[in-house]
């Protein structure tokens, strides 16, 4: 028996960050007895910032190394998401794969599979394209038995309104509901855009491995009925298909009682935005999913309390048994 502990955790914003956070030293107090409690053996984590120590160096992480020091984590493989120059880490909101299994290949995707949305701006009159924000991570891990365990790790774009030009008074505040709508809208295609590119790489594992064992993890930024996560499922209801059965994907945390079941608390809601969704395959061996948010404070309530607060997302791990070949 191989028993595998899958996590997902963002670590809002870890590391330098706009404005005035708390210091690294107190957030690495709150932060790392989570991760422990996890003791997960694959770790995907989102919101990692990176720092450039001089002009001609890349940007490196060193708020993650600090956190992960004197833990497992830090001996773990790590997989890391590049910036849109692809020489190195972007400023912030990095995503990254840790792994005490030995990761065989990894890939970043990004608009690899889905273009860039060719837009014109109905305040503007003009064409624009428009990007995702981040990439998709995805690394491929070897399981004791000579089996592969392919792991997605993303972070979607968030429900607030992207940036039109021209059309805001200032960073929040904008010119009119018609403009913020736009953006609104434009936010929306960037997170079923990418949720379609995931959606498609799996489609891409699927030709090679009808079985293969798949765990998207992340911050969808959307909740179970919501579109980027239905286009990541592809369930026989939508699909009409039960020949493409197999091709669909289960949210563990499904199974939690729904009181419990919320990684967010957004001005009183109870909300789903990260995720562990399972392949047919690896689903069969799922026998339990927590997620720990018996301490979550909320992220429009106790937005003042940031100094005490080790992330607004509580962390998802899910366990699976699974019987060797």
Known sequence: ??????????????????????????????????LLRLDADVLCLQEVNAEKTS??????????????AET?????????????????????????????????????LWHD???????????????????????????TVALPDGRCLHVINLHLK????????????????????GAWAEGFYVAACKRSGQALEARLLLDRLFDTEASALVAVCGDFNAESHET???????????????????????????????NR???????????V???????????AYHRKTEIHNSALADEVFDAASVMSVPSFHAPVVSELVLTEV
């Not at 599979?113 to 995805?138: G, N, Q």
């Not at 079941?261 to 909300?271: A, D, N, V, Y």
């Open 228 to 258: 980027p996560v239905r286009i990541l499922l592809a369930q026989e209801d939508d699909t009409g298909s039960r020949t493409l059965a197999p091709r669909q994907l289960t949210i563990l945390e499904s199974e939690l009682p729904k």
């Open 113 to 139: 599979l889905v273009p860039p949305l060719s837009y014109r701006v109905a305040a503007k009159s003009a064409e624009v394209e428009t990007r995702f924000d981040r990439p998709i991570l995805h690394a």
């Open 72 to 108: 497992p984590y830090s001996a773990y493989t790590r997989v890391t998401s590049k910036g849109s120059g692809g020489q190195g880490p972007a400023d912030i909101h990095n995503i990254v794969i840790l792994s005490r299994l030995r990761v065989i290949a990894h890939e970043q």
């Open 273 to 283: 935005f990260d995720h562990i969704l399972a392949s047919s395959a690896l689903a």
């Open 1 to 34: 028996m191989i028993k595998i502990r899958i996590a997902t955790f963002n670590l809002d914003n870890l590391g330098s960050r706009p404005g005035n956070g708390p210091p690294i030293e107190a957030r690495i107090a709150l932060l790392r007895p989570q």
């Open 261 to 271: 079941r919320f990684t967010i608390r957004h001005g009183g809601r109870k909300l």
């Open 158 to 177: 968030a429900p607030l309104a992207a940036a039109i030009p021209g059309q805001k008074e200032s960073p929040f505040v904008w010119k009119s509901t």
């Open 55 to 68: 002009r001609r160096t890349e940007r490196a992480l060193p708020a993650l190394n600090a956190l992960l």
